[in-house]
């Protein structure tokens, strides 16, 4: 690898891990998730929207994604092979029963890989309310002490129609979170609160708006938009606050399959790829 590419690789790293530090308590996991590459194009503000990767925003969404259908999720963050963020994910819909779903994730190198194996639940309890819950293990390895730290959480959300156009959503993860302790080391998966909604302003257009409040971290605006150019055609953009970041995708939608391409873009820390795709079997 020539120097000069070397040494920008190893400052990209060495900022992102700033950052993750700075936002966080320096004991508590890392907060890197899967997103989806819909809701991604639209600044992650999806706590009141509906699709397979709800399971990541709100897993009342679930309810109303009556797919049985398999999902991968790809992001490279800033370029960096080794912070690169991947998931799976399964629905399984019942005519009366709700939605079922299985998801793994993994960030990171296999040296300090973050991982993640959930399963949800979301059922329609009226015509305008739905909920969910999902329970999930976490797993660290900590290279530094050679140690694999695992630890337990849960969501809970809900999804309200407040109008013909309008929908509501909450979401509450690891909340109640017990800590990970041994001689040299303290774990805990931070608590995360999330209100918002969307407005289907016209057959064609939605925007999205939600805040979210991550715990140590300050509170996060959210605002994303969704423009149905032509049937099955889509573009997307958002931004968001606290860190400030642009961001902007497009996706296709056929009888039996999703593809959606997104990007973010950090001030100091540059570009972010993803993409995902849903099989609707």
Same mark, same amino acid.
């Given at each position: 690898?020539?120097?000069?590419?070397?040494?920008?690789?190893?400052?990209?790293?060495?900022?992102?891990?700033?950052?993750?530090?700075?936002?966080?308590?320096?004991?508590?996991?890392?907060?890197?998730?899967?997103?989806?590459?819909?809701?991604?194009?639209?600044?992650?503000?999806?706590?009141?929207?509906?699709?397979?990767?709800?399971?990541?925003?709100?897993?009342?969404?679930?309810?109303?994604?009556?797919?049985?259908?398999?999902?991968?999720?790809?992001?490279?963050?800033?370029?960096?092979?080794? !912070?690169?963020?991947?998931?799976? /994910?399964?629905? $399984?819909?019942?005519? *009366?029963?709700? +939605? %079922?779903?299985?998801?793994?994730? #993994?960030?990171?190198?296999?040296?300090?890989?973050?991982?993640?194996?959930?399963?949800?639940?979301?059922?329609?309890?009226?015509?305008?309310?739905?909920?969910?819950?999902?329970?999930?293990?976490?797993?660290?390895?900590?290279?530094?002490?050679?140690?694999?730290? !695992?630890?337990?959480?849960?969501? /809970?959300?809900? $999804?309200?129609?407040? *109008?013909?156009? +309008? %929908?509501?959503?909450?979401?509450? #993860?690891?909340?109640?979170?017990?800590?990970?302790?041994?001689?040299?080391?303290?774990?805990?998966?931070?608590?995360?609160?999330?209100?918002?909604?969307?407005?289907?302003?016209?057959?064609?257009?939605?925007?999205?708006?939600?805040?979210?409040?991550?715990?140590?971290?300050?509170?996060?605006?959210?605002?994303?938009?969704?423009?149905?150019? *032509?049937?099955?055609? %889509?573009?997307?953009?958002?931004?968001?606050?606290?860190?400030?970041?642009?961001?902007?995708?497009?996706?296709?939608?056929?009888?039996?399959?999703?593809?959606?391409?997104?990007?973010?873009?950090?001030?100091?820390?540059?570009?972010?790829?993803?993409?995902?795709?849903?099989?609707?079997?």
């Amino acid at each position: 690898m020539p120097q000069t590419k070397k040494h920008h690789t190893v400052y990209k790293i060495t900022l992102t891990l700033l950052c993750i530090i700075i936002s966080l308590n320096s004991f508590s996991r890392s907060i890197v998730v899967p997103t989806g590459g819909k809701p991604t194009g639209m600044g992650n503000a999806f706590v009141s929207q509906s699709d397979a990767f709800s399971v990541y925003h709100n897993p009342a969404g679930l309810a109303r994604f009556n797919q049985l259908s398999v999902s991968l999720f790809y992001e490279n963050k800033y370029f960096v092979e080794n !912070m690169s963020v991947k998931s799976i /994910v399964a629905t $399984i819909p019942t005519p *009366s029963a709700g +939605t %079922f779903s299985l998801q793994f994730n #993994s960030f990171g190198a296999p040296q300090w890989a973050e991982s993640n194996i959930g399963a949800s639940y979301a059922l329609s309890l009226t015509e305008q309310l739905s909920a969910g819950v999902q329970l999930h293990y976490y797993g660290r390895r900590i290279p530094e002490a050679n140690i694999l730290v !695992m630890n337990a959480g849960f969501d /809970v959300g809900a $999804i309200f129609q407040a *109008s013909e156009k +309008t %929908f509501l959503g909450a979401n509450i #993860s690891n909340l109640f979170t017990p800590e990970i302790r041994n001689t040299s080391y303290t774990e805990y998966i931070p608590w995360r609160i999330r209100l918002g909604g969307h407005t289907n302003f016209a057959p064609d257009f939605t925007l999205s708006y939600e805040i979210e409040k991550i715990e140590t971290v300050s509170t996060a605006v959210k605002l994303g938009g969704e423009w149905e150019a *032509s049937e099955g055609i %889509f573009f997307r953009a958002g931004f968001n606050t606290a860190p400030s970041r642009v961001f902007a995708g497009f996706g296709y939608l056929g009888n039996h399959i999703q593809f959606d391409i997104a990007f973010s873009y950090h001030y100091y820390l540059g570009y972010v790829p993803s993409s995902s795709i849903i099989i609707s079997i």
